[in-house]
T-cell receptor, first 116, second 116 residues
Framework: DPKIIQKPKYLVAVTGSEKILICEQY?????MYWYRQSAKKPLEFMFS???????DNQTASSRFQPQSSKKNHLDLQITALKPDDSATYFC???????????????FGAGTRLSVL | GDSVTQTEGPVTVSESESLIINCTYS????????LFWYVRYPGEGLQLLLK?????QKGSSRGFEATYNKETTSFHLQKASVQESDSAVYYC?????????????FGIGTRVLVRP
């Protein structure tokens, strides 16, 4: 059974609308992340959270807002959607927020967002 | 910034043939990067295939191998004899040992199709 649940799997939205991508992890991890992969581009880091607090934000736009209602939840709200936001969004988690040599990232299956 | 370049896919091979996926990196902000290969099987999230945190060392898993070569800044992934179940997308990535952000820099991913 998948330990990181992302919902929905596929999402179609119109330009200017708002959507929320859901992520829940059942690994007991303390750190959660969002990554994004647009067509023909590398997977890129967006946010990291530790114990429900924002630790790092690499997105240039305030239209992307993570929301953590519980330690094992990290949803992503995207407002004023644009076609350039079309991508697959991956949620991930790790035991803690330490260095990459000790903390393996575990990923969800992703939400593929298409903005028309 | 840091970057990872890997073989552009799709790469198609026949079962029992050998496979090599090239990966080179540029770590301008990290003195001693950790190197990773992640794999994404259809319908699933990315999962760690192997990692190497020390230059000159080799990592191996499920018949795959990769050697961390600091001189050539490469971390190529190889398998001597592939199976149909190896069809997946393979991602090369680098990270920092002691980063508090556990943030990885990924390549674009290489889709591998193994013909029966």
């Amino acid at each position: 059974d998948p330990k990181i649940i992302q919902k929905p799997k596929y999402l179609v939205a119109v330009t200017g609308s708002e959507k929320i991508l859901i992520c829940e992890q059942y690994l007991g991890h303390n750190a959660m992340y969002w990554y994004r992969q647009s067509a023909k581009k590398p997977l890129e880091f967006m946010f990291s959270y530790s114990y429900q607090k924002l630790m790092d934000n690499q997105t240039a736009s305030s239209r992307f807002q993570p929301q953590s209602s519980k330690k094992n939840h990290l949803d992503l709200q995207i407002t004023a959607l644009k076609p350039d936001d079309s991508a697959t969004y991956f949620c991930a988690s790790s035991q803690d927020l330490g260095g990459s040599s000790q903390n393996t990232l575990y990923f969800g299956a992703g939400t593929r967002l298409s903005v028309l | 910034g840091d970057s990872v370049t890997q073989t552009e896919g799709p790469v198609t091979v026949s079962e029992s043939e050998s496979l090599i996926i090239n990966c080179t990196y540029s770590a301008t902000s990290i003195a001693y990067p950790n190197l990773f290969w992640y794999v994404r099987y259809p319908g699933e999230g990315l999962q760690l295939l192997l990692k190497v945190i020390t230059a000159g060392q080799k990592g191996s898993s499920r018949g795959f191998e990769a050697t961390y070569n600091k001189e050539t800044t490469s971390f190529h992934l190889q398998k001597a004899s592939v199976q149909e179940s190896d069809s997946a997308v393979y991602y090369c990535a680098l990270g920092e040992t002691n980063s508090a952000g556990n943030k990885l820099t990924f390549g674009i991913g290489t889709r591998v199709l193994v013909r029966p």
